[in-house]
Structure formats: C-alpha cells, structure tokens
C-alpha cells in the first residue's frame, strides 16, 4: 500500500525541532489556458488558503502563466513511496497488449 | 532515521549512481547520499541568498529611475528576483531544510551569498551593468543547471533562466541609451562598466585548479561545466557585445587568440575576492544589516496573518 507522504516535501522524519514554526507548505497547480490541466508549478509557504492563493498568484502568475491556480497543502497529499517502485508499477510491466501497436494488421487496412 | 544494512545501502547507491549516469533526475523521496544532499542545500541556498541580497543594489534605485517605464521596469526585476529566491528556498526545503533555517543562517553570517551584490551601485548607469554584466555572468552558470541531476533544483533554473533574459535585456538596453547619449552619459555608463568587469568574472568562481568543491558536483552532474570554461564563454559572449554598445572592457591584455578560438584576457586580482569574501568588501555590513532590518521589521506582518488564519480556522499545523 502507499503510505501518506507530502509529494516533494521530505518525509515527516526530517528535523522538526525548537525552531518557531514557518507558516505551513502548499503545493501550487496552476491551469495554464482553458482546455489544459492544472499542473505542479513549485511551493509556497503561506498562513492559509486566501494567503496561499494571493502568494502563488505573485509567485508563479507574474507573466501571464495561468488562468486558474490551485492550492493543496503539501502535507495533505499522499504519494506513492519511490521505494515500492518495482512491486507497485509491476503490474502494468507486462501487458503489452494494452497498447494499440501490440497488434499487427495488414499493409492497405485503413483507419483502424 | 532508522539503520539500514550496509548492503542495502549499497543496493541503493548502484540505483542512485545509475540514475545520475542514465542522465535522469533524483528526485526528492529517493534515496540519495548525504554528501549529495548537504552539497545541494548548500548550493541552493547560497544561490537563493544571492537573489533575496540581490533586490538591495538596484532597491537602491527604484526611488530615483529617470522615467515611469525605466521605473516600471526596474520594480518588476526587482520582484522577480524575490520570486527566484523563493523558487529555490522550495527546492532546498525538498531536502528537508526549510526556509526559516536557511534564513537564519543567512542572518547569522553561516550562509554566503555572492560576492558581487557586496559591491555598490554608485550611479543609474550601474543598473545598466548589473543587468548587462552580472545577470548576464548569472545566466551563463545558470543555463547548465536547468540540466542539474535534482530534479526540482533543475525544475526552478529553467523558470529563472526564462526569466533572467528580460533582465540582462533591460540592462543592456539602459547602458545602450546612455552610451549614445551625451557625452557626460557615455562617460557614466563606461564608468560603470569599468567598476563591474572584473567582479562580474569572479562571479564563476575559483579557477579550476583552486576550486574544492568542483570535482564532486561534476561527477554528481550537479555542475556541468568548470569555472574557467563558464568564464571564457561570458568573456568570449561579452566582447562583441560591448563593440555594439561603443564602450570598451577595462582589461588592457583583451586579445583574440585565433589559435584557441577564444579570447584571451588579463590576470583576475583574486586577493580582491577572497577580502570581499571574507567579509570585508564595500557593502557587507550594509547588505547583510539591511537584510536583517528587513526581516524584522516584517515581523508584525507575519503575526497578524498566522494570527488572522488562526482566527478563521485555516492553520492546518
């Protein structure tokens, strides 16, 4: 099974001490144009979701770049661990014949 | 940390080497040595002081830019330097050491930024070089490190990179105005030319044979190329462009060497850099007090919005 890591934040056993608390991580996607996905732009710290969304507009909106942004705190995402690597994707490894050039059809057959 | 088996650490540093050697990136969650890791931060978070530090000398001008464009221009370099600070304060915290940390280490002396932003601004024409000269040396070791084996190190050079090219335009376009003008401009923008040529060169670093951490970032393709060749390159790309702008480099033993295909240039005075680096160049107690009077008189900013999302429920740690 997964376990619930921030995507690129370190895992929760870095150092955590004394130090005042810097305002929590969030992790920024941002729509480029409409008809495209939101995609990772990069992080930002910020007291809360308004402030997230005010400091990503200025972070990585300062060019034009997107028309929508999201704001995930970074704590809240869980990924797959890099270590599972082999045992999670293996499953996909050997089903070739799930891509349409698995299969040979004859020279002068269109649109198929 | 719990201990792992020494041949399991082995097992995961084959993984590790191949990755680097097959020309993929490392990304955060893998397992990577701890040189690599404490030789990245340190990297990344010299590179992010140097642009925060970076807003003070041409700060320093915004108040008193001849026109509202030159001003406009000149406010909005000056904020993207703040983003590319924080840029990379993120990809350091995907090493685990956060903002605050490196902050603090910046405020206390046990982090460097670049020398050259220890150097003053002493005229409009210094914004012209600084963009021309220092964001231009800046680009040149900055473009191979879009290709650094960390990946999110490599993800934030590619946004600056795109970014930095307004500025080395801008800076260029400023020295151009004032080279053409009347003959006190010209003399001004020469003048500052002279004054940032050679800091600009030092900017690469120590040559090849003097320099300690070289070695390692190569093989780790964290660093693509030496210090030296990354310094012909800026030297071999400025000349032509200084013959454009009508004004001349203060080194009297430029010279093309047809031979080499280079240009070759005069001897950098590397006693100069290693007083500035030590802390005693023109502005490092200004920069460096500056930066610290910055940071708290923000102080009550940063209150009132932890305060303000504590209030409405949003603090989520």
């Known amino acids: 099974m997964t376990t619930p890591h921030p995507a690129e934040a370190p895992a929760p056993t870095a150092d955590t001490s004394a130090r005042p608390a810097d305002w929590p991580l969030w992790e920024v996607f ?22 997230a969304l005010r400091n990503a507009r200025d972070l990585y909106t300062r060019r034009s770049e997107g028309v929508s942004i999201w704001v995930v705190p970074s704590a809240e995402v869980t990924a797959s661990s890099p270590d599972e690597k082999d045992s999670f994707f293996e499953p996909a490894g050997d089903k070739p014949y799930r891509h349409p050039t698995f299969y040979e059809i004859p020279d002068g057959v269109h649109h198929l | 940390m719990t201990t792992i088996a020494p041949e399991e650490t082995a097992a995961r540093e084959a993984v590790f080497d191949a990755t680097v050697a097959a020309d993929e990136r490392i990304e955060p969650r893998d397992w990577m040595p701890d040189a690599y890791r404490s030789t990245l931060v340190r990297q990344i978070a010299q590179h992010a002081h140097s642009e925060i530090i970076g807003m003070q000398p041409e700060g320093n001008w915004i108040t008193r830019a001849p026109s509202l464009r030159r001003k406009a221009i000149l406010m909005a370099k000056v904020q993207d330097e703040a983003g590319h600070g924080l840029y990379l304060y993120s990809a350091a915290e995907t090493l685990g050491t956060g903002r605050d940390e490196l902050l603090d280490k910046l405020h206390s002396g046990r982090q460097k930024y670049s020398s050259i932003f220890n150097y003053p601004t002493l005229t409009w024409a210094d914004v ?117 702008l009508g004004l001349t480099l203060p080194d009297p033993d430029l010279t093309w060497n047809d031979e080499r295909g280079h240009w070759d240039f005069g001897p950098i005075d590397w006693a100069e850099f290693r007083e500035v680096l030590k802390g005693n160049g023109p502005c490092n107690e200004q920069r460096i007090n500056r930066r610290r009077q910055a940071h708290e008189e923000g102080a009550w900013v940063r209150e009132a919005a932890a305060a303000h999302a504590a209030k409405h429920g949003e603090a989520t740690r």
């Not at chain 2, 490190?145 to 050079?157: D, I, Q």
Request: glycine fraction near 6%; hydrophobic fraction near 40%.
């Open chain 1, 30 to 51: 941002v729509r480029s144009r409409r008809g495209l996905s939101h995609t990772h732009a990069g992080s930002l710290h910020a007291p809360d979701a308004a402030m």
């Open chain 2, 128 to 244: 012209g070089a600084v963009g021309w000269l220092v964001d231009g040396a800046a680009i040149t070791n900055q473009v191979p490190l879009c290709r650094c084996s960390y990946g999110p190190y490599a993800r934030a050079m590619v946004r600056i990179c795109k970014e930095e090219s307004f500025h080395q335009r801008q800076g260029y376009e400023l020295l151009l105005t004032l080279s053409r003008g009347t003959e006190a401009q010209h003399a001004m923008a020469q003048d500052a030319v002279n004054r940032w040529w050679w800091p600009s060169l030092m900017m690469f670093g120590p040559p090849d044979d003097e320099s300690s951490h070289s070695a390692q970032s190569m093989a780790w393709k964290i660093k693509r190329h030496s210090n030296d060749e990354l310094r012909q390159r800026f030297v071999d790309i400025c000349v032509p462009q200084a013959e454009a």
